[in-house]
Structures are given as structure tokens and as C-alpha cells.
């Protein structure tokens, strides 16, 4: 499973989603601190940035480490290193890993051997703003273009839609598997054989290039098939979706969502978080 904290990134991503509908929701900096914030708050418990987080990976992933856990073993931490290594800010942390770290990369290997101190150069990196651009960067590409692309191919316009795709990206991968973020699109778009349109709101999806169904209609969809097919711990992140949609907190232009933690606590979100 992958924890994530929110990055600049991914509040561009809602803009530049919200940007290429015709018809879209606000995606003003409020609405987007606030989609932002509870992505987070669903996957580390907390509402802030977390670059220096490192740790042995519990799934055999090697160490995990930064905004959405990046891995030793599938290459993306590589994939920050070697970005933060081109900056002129780049101070040598990683020198003595960069053999290893390659090998590991290439061969999907779960070995943190050879590694010893890599945690302590990761968050000693952390310190370095350079490091939090390398890895916003690499989260981007990795996570939040594939989310964009799906998300531009239907036309989502809603912030909460964009939310649960990222959180998906992230829990499950941005892969096309049956079991990850493109085969529970596709999945969720198969179950639709005739237009559903929603009575109540414009925001209507264009789905398998013929179908008009409600974006609400296609979000609850999307969440049922992705409980069925989720190889990840998704339920809470699936239940307290539910729960914004049913309650109707899907239009979160009033500044603030009220959410539970995972402790059943009351958070409320408020947008003046990264003001």
C-alpha cells in the first residue's frame, strides 16, 4: 500500500483537469487545497507534507520513502534521486547508493542490502527544497498524468472524481491491470450500455465515446467496481467517498469538508491550508 502527502503537483493537476472542461467545476486554489488535504488525510493521517518519511517497505517493495512512498525496488525513488542529483543544490547524499540503487531498480528487487544509511540520507535530503521538486516532479509523471489523461477522456469536471482517481493511482497503481487505476476505469466504463444522465446537474460524462451518464452516477460506479477489484486496504477510502457523496459534499466551493479520520474523528478541511 502507498501513503501519500500532497504535492504542489497535484494541485496543478486539478487545474489543468478543470481547465480542459467545457463546462468545469471550480478549480479555483480553495477547492484544490482542499481536495488536496484529504487525499492525504485518507492515506497517512495527516493533512501535511511528508518528504523525508523513509522505512523499510512492509510489502517487499525495499525501502519506501517521500510523498507517495516511493520504492527501491520499482525504480521511481531512483527516479527522484537522479532528478535531485541535477540541481545545483545536490550536496552528494546519495553518492555511495547509486550502484545499488540501479541494480535494485533494474532486476524488481526487494533487497535493501547495501542500503544501510539510506534513510538517513533520504531525510537529510529532505531538508533540501530541491529534493521536494525532484520528488514532486517524479509524482507527477508517475501518478497524477495518468489520472489526467483518463480524467480528460471522459470529461471529468468534479473535484471530488479527480480525488478518487488520484487515491486510486495511489493505493492500487496508475498501471492499466485489472487491478489498478486503468482497469477499474475501464471496468467502471463497461458496466454503461446506454446513456444515464443526471436529472439534477449538467456535469454529464461522455463514456465509451457514446454514452452520456452522470458524473455522480459514473463516480459511484467507479467506487463499487474499484471495491470489488482493489488489491489494496481501500475501504476507508472508499467508505468516507461514499459518505461525501451520499451526504452531497461533492461541491466543496464553501471552503471547508467536514470528514472522519481513521480514528472515526471529525476533520474539518479548511482552504486556507497552503494559502
Known sequence: MKLVALSLGLLAAFSDIGNAAPTSASSDSCTRSIAGQIINLFQSGQ????????????SGNGYASGIVNFTTRNGDALKVIESYRQSSDYNGEFDEFMDTLKSYAKKGSKSTSGLGGYCDAWEKAADNRSFWSAQDGVAYIEYQEPV????????????????????????????????????????????????????????????????????????KEFLKTRESLSESDSSYSIETYNELINSGKYDWSSGEVTVKSSDGDNVTIKCNYLE
Open 47 to 58: 493533512t501535511g507534507y511528508n518528504f523525508a518519511k523513509c522505512e523499510k517497505d512492509s
Open 148 to 219: 489526467l489523461n483518463l480524467a480528460k477522456r471522459i470529461g471529468v469536471k468534479m473535484e471530488i472524481t479527480q480525488a478518487v482517481m488520484y487515491d486510486t493511482a495511489i493505493m492500487d497503481g496508475p498501471g492499466s491491470s485489472k487491478h489498478s487505476l486503468g482497469g477499474i476505469f475501464d471496468a467502471t466504463n463497461a458496466k454503461f450500455n446506454a446513456s444515464q444522465p443526471d436529472p439534477d446537474s449538467d456535469n454529464n460524462l461522455l463514456v465509451n465515446n457514446m454514452y452520456q451518464v452522470g458524473e455522480i452516477i459514473w463516480l
